[in-house]
């Protein structure tokens, strides 16, 4: 229940905290600015695309820059929240969902009709908005634009936009400022400049495939795709140092630094979903679900779906690996022993050694997913996967009437499911309503994996100051992972989960100072106590010893 | 099986029902007229604010309760009859008890102005107050300017909300400066400016006389007792202070001065009955420098720990440790561990130190006979508890905490840290002392 209510009935002002003269200009700036963008979508031809697209994009950048401007640099250093449940668009209101809509239908148009934002098929010339872009593409690549070098500039232009935002909001912060340089540097230099300039290296004879550096296995959910990894490998010197790269971060890059400072090393201050989530969807955290329904449902999907992610990749690697172990030694046999031994040996590790941190539930989840996984395995390994035949209609209500083999049809059914619908459509599409991280806390697998290490080995956790908390609620309230930080900061015990991707916003909204993420040692980092400090020092030996 | 009745669903009486149940099978209820569930009332500003919504201060889901066998029951208690143990309900209903903790918070203070029960004046402590600012002040075209009276800790809340919707208010401080009888001089100044940085218009040294009433029985403006001025206004803040709710009990027998008399075991006059948290009242004396009634939020919630132990059996002693609190003055966090007075007692001296940018300061007081370090107030640096704590406990002396200062920083990371520069500032001071 709202003490506000009716606040965004009206059209004309929907908000009670009224904006200034100066950020209606900026607004409408702005607005000119996307103006533009759906002419090009409407196919209208401008003469010169190069100086329209320059003026689009930098009446976006310009008019948000303006208006953050105006909106926090007229007043004191502090917390800038007041009326977000109030504000038609940050509290689910009509405008709320007008944006949640667009956005959504954005997405579905991006991910299955790119010809309708001008694509141009077999050879064509691009039109409408993907041709809008051809001048910046060529600029950089060398090449004309596609609907992904669309999305990927809008993607980096609203990260830098925001991002921006978000620094003067914060400006007293300079965890929340340091944190936003960092994800506009990874977004702008590894996933959009870099990659494109690096295209210009490809000829007839060599060519590598696009490489957001940062993108990591399984969230790159491609990165070891027959087609990726022979190009790759046909890449000589380069191309390997890139495979091995990859596989040299999930396995040893990603653990240390998870282990040294937990997975915000990547969620929040590198990874370009966190990124856009952090900055464009900052306005959404707190519509995040904090209730135990929504955790429990948290915890089912995301292990599934890294799952889902394993099975899939390991499908798609024994396919293409030979049978014949006189060619090359590494046969899909060996492929599927070495990484059943692998799982195996990890989970026992995990079961042996952190067995007195994992309650029933956790146990039994972790025996039940290993189990899935391995069936998959066993099975992967008696049958030729080309040769089992899957008709695509009956997963898509017959609109892709193909027949897939086994492997493949798993491999698109991940890309359209898990790449396309949830992170794209649900997980961004859904910022107004879900809030801005249902993609990091339900389905990503890459965070999965992170967040089964920062909450059994990891030296990172959020620190409760004493008996300070005040059960306000700010910390939850913030949380756009959902975690009710409350629920542990008023027991006084540190807070250790795996879903904390470490972006500090509970610490800076926190009133009484009662939140301080931190490294420490693994010693005493989850500290259940039944009674606070401040209270009798025997009370406390007394109920506190267990 | 015994019944333990709480009056009061605030922090005390939702700790002790808590601890109860982790420690028996007792039949537990616990009354309130004020909401269906337990929330949080610190964060009632929040709301105003739209920082939240209301359910987001309730600390626990509404299935809580019913899981851990709690019984609620909405309902404002008349009077009490210890003799057959019954409670007479104002709705007409009764209940009866084994035990009774008597956990019914503050009220308000008002002195006897003139217009002090019209609609718009009123104080900031329950859910009802929120909504009645909600209706009296949704924006700053039906409420013109407020008037706050009274510079405290609600008082500069009040503030800080009705500045967020852009409401031009009028802060009537009795004294010379901002919560000067708490707060050191050096503190209390800078609070000021900032009190004025945010455009409210602090007026120090003035008192309220009376507030004049329009002719639908609104607040319509108000007088000044020092100058006669008149304030055009349509709500009016109470916030000078807050005292024991404890009117219900007058016709019962237990025991009230100012609060619920308890001696140290939180036990009233009547066998079986008890008192916690902002209502409850040291029968001899505060314990140690504490004050007899504390309405603190973490002294409600030791209250409550301590005695749920006496409830289930093991009747002990309310023996709260060191003395600490925080607050947030707008922008400015306010910590404070040991003990600080607005003035140094007898054998006390204080060490301050402010930043150049007028946000950040603190205080360090400390016994000039021993050099022990006694307490800290620190503005717009976050410290930790614990080592506070600890070197209270180890009677510390000042050169050492100054000079461990930075183990005691709690500030995010990578913000600028300010210890070498009070060192310094410590040290220089003794030289030239």
């Avoid at chain 1, 004191?76 to 689910?92: C, P, Q, T, V």
Wanted: aromatic letters at 14%.
């Amino acid at each position: 229940m709202s003490n506000k209510i009716d606040h965004s009935m009206s059209l004309a002002t929907p908000d009670a905290l009224n904006i200034t003269t100066k950020q209606k200009i900026a607004l409408a700036a702005g607005l000119v600015g996307l103006f533009i963008l759906l002419l090009a979508v409407f196919n209208v031809d401008f003469p010169n695309r190069a100086v329209f697209l320059a003026i689009s994009l930098g009446l976006v950048i310009s008019g948000t820059v303006v208006y953050s401007r105006e909106a926090y640099l007229t007043k004191l250093e502090g917390i800038k929240n007041d009326g977000a449940w109030f504000k038609s668009i940050s509290s689910r209101g009509v405008l709320g969902w007008a944006l949640g809509v667009f956005l959504t239908t954005f997405y579905i148009v991006l991910y299955f009709f790119p010809k309708y934002l001008g694509l141009g098929v077999d050879g064509a010339a691009n039109t409408g908005l993907v041709a809008l872009f051809d001048p910046l593409s060529n600029l950089l690549s060398g090449n004309n634009a596609s609907q992904w070098f669309v999305y990927g500039t809008l993607y980096t232009v609203a990260i830098l936009a925001f991002g921006y935002k978000f620094m003067l909001k914060y400006r007293h912060n300079r965890y929340q400022q340091l944190r936003t340089a960092s994800v506009m540097f990874f977004q702008t230099a590894f996933a959009f400049v870099i990659p494109e300039l690096m295209a210009r290296l490809n000829s007839d004879d060599f060519s590598l495939p696009y490489n957001d550096l940062k993108n990591m296995w399984p969230l790159n959910y491609y990165a070891f795709d027959q087609w990726r990894v022979d190009q790759f490998i046909n890449a000589q010197t380069v191309g390997l140092f890139f495979l091995i790269l990859g596989v040299v971060m999930i396995f040893v890059i990603s653990p240390f630094l998870t282990y040294k400072y937990g997975k915000r090393w990547y969620c929040s201050w590198v990874c370009g979903c966190g990124g856009l989530a952090e900055t464009a969807g900052d306005a959404f955290r707190h519509l995040s679900d904090k209730g135990t329904k929504a955790w429990k449902f948290e915890r089912w999907m995301i292990n599934s779906v890294l799952v889902f992610s394993v099975v899939t990749t390991v499908a798609v690697i024994s396919t293409y690996l030979g049978y014949d172990s006189e060619k090359y030694w590494f046969t899909k046999s060996v492929f599927l022993i070495s990484i059943g031994v692998f799982l195996t040996v990890l989970l026992a590790g995990i079961l042996y050694y952190k067995r007195e941190e994992l309650n029933k539930s956790a146990f039994k989840g972790a025996i039940g997913f290993y189990i899935l996984t391995i069936a998959f395995l066993v099975f992967f390994s008696f049958f030729d996967l080309s040769q089992i035949k899957i008709n695509a209609s009956y997963f898509s209500f017959g609109l892709n009437q193909n027949t897939y083999n086994f492997d493949s049809a798993l491999r698109s059914f991940y890309g359209f499911g898990i790449g396309s619908i949830f992170s794209g459509v649900i997980g961004t599409g859904f910022y107004p309503i879900l809030g801005n991280r249902t993609w990091c806390r339900m389905g990503c697998p890459m965070a999965t994996i992170m967040g089964i290490q920062q909450r059994l080995f990891s030296r990172f956790r959020i620190t409760t100051n004493g008996g300070q908390c005040i059960s306000c609620g700010n910390c939850s309230n913030s949380c756009e992972m959902g975690i009710d930080v409350r629920a542990y900061a008023q027991k006084g015990e540190n807070i250790v989960r795996s879903s904390c991707v470490g972006c500090g916003v509970c610490s800076a909204v926190c009133p009484r100072g009662v939140l301080k993420l931190e490294n420490d040692s693994m010693d005493g980092r989850i500290n259940p106590t039944e009674v606070l400090l401040g209270n009798d020092v025997d009370l406390m030996d007394l109920l506190n010893k267990n | 099986m015994e019944h333990v009745v709480i009056i009061g669903n605030g922090i005390s009486g939702v700790t002790v029902a808590r601890h109860i149940r982790k420690n028996s099978n007792k039949k537990i209820t616990i009354v309130s007229a004020e909401t269906d569930y337990f929330f949080s009332r610190t964060a009632l500003m929040y709301i105003y604010m739209g920082h939240m919504k209301f359910e987001h201060t309730q600390p626990y889901e509404n299935s809580f309760w019913k899981k851990n066998n709690i019984e609620l029951k909405k309902g404002f208690v008349k009077s009490i009859d210890t003799a057959s143990k019954t409670l007479q309900f104002a709705e007409g209903d009764s209940l009866q008890y084994d035990k009774l903790v008597i956990a019914t918070g503050s009220k308000p203070n008002k002195f006897g102005w003139p217009g002090q029960d019209l609609e718009g004046a009123q104080g900031l402590y329950s859910k009802q107050d929120l909504d009645s600012i909600e209706r009296n002040a949704p924006d700053n075209k039906t409420c013109k300017r407020a008037v706050i009276v009274g510079g405290g800790l609600i008082g500069i809340e009040l503030a800080e909300m009705l500045n967020s919707r852009s409401i031009p208010v009028t802060f009537l401080v009795r004294e010379n400066s901002f919560w000067n009888g708490v707060l050191p001089e050096g503190e209390s100044a800078m609070i000021n400016r900032h009190i004025k940085n945010h455009h409210i218009d602090l007026r120090l040294g003035f008192n309220l006389k009376e507030i004049k009433s329009d002719e639908n029985g609104k607040v319509k403006s108000i007088v000044i007792t020092e100058t006669e001025e008149e304030i055009d206004c349509n709500v009016v803040g109470l916030t000078a202070g807050v005292s024991p709710n404890i009117d219900f009990l007058k016709s019962s027998t237990i025991e009230i001065n100012r609060g619920v008399l308890v001696n140290r075991h939180l036990e009233t006059n009547i066998p079986d009955v008890y008192a916690i948290g902002d209502c409850a009242e040291q029968r001899d004396s505060g314990i140690g420098e504490r004050r007899p009634i504390e309405a603190v939020w973490y002294t409600g919630r030791m209250m409550g720990e301590t005695l749920a132990q006496t409830i289930c059996g093991n009747r002990i002693e309310y023996k709260p440790g060191h003395w600490f609190n925080s607050a947030k003055f707008l922008d400015i966090e306010y910590q404070t561990y040991g003990w600080v007075y607005a003035k140094p007692r007898e054998n006390e001296a204080h060490f301050h130190w402010k930043h150049e940018d007028d946000t950040k300061c603190i205080t360090v007081c400390y016994d000039t006979t021993n050099n022990t370090f006694l307490g800290i107030n620190t503005f717009g640096i976050r410290m930790r508890h614990e080592i506070f704590d600890r070197w209270l406990t180890e009677k510390r002396d000042v050169d050492y905490v100054m000079k461990n200062l930075p183990e005691a920083n709690f500030d995010p990371e990578f913000y600028k840290h300010f210890e070498k520069d009070i060192l310094a500032a410590y040290n220089n001071k003794l030289q030239t002392a």
